[in-house]
């Protein structure tokens, strides 16, 4: 069983995200979230943007190119049964 998180961005809606795994690089986590316990599922690589003093983790979506490559590599080689198209 994956580990079910809540996302709730600035006045929107609520979404639930099962987390597939998290990884830190040189100094920041990341977080590989999916909608969907089954199958061929969308997935997200969410950075995790929070400070000392934040009562809440605070995340965003990792849309830089170059930085999505190589935090999926880290995913793929983490999760051998796991392929993440780009």
Known sequence: MMEKIKFCADGAEEVEFYVLEQT??????YILV???EEGDAECLILKDRSEDKDTDSIYEIVEDDTELMAVSKVFEELLEDVEIER
């Open 24 to 29: 830190r690089i040189n100094g920041t986590s």
């Open 34 to 36: 999916t909608d969907s």
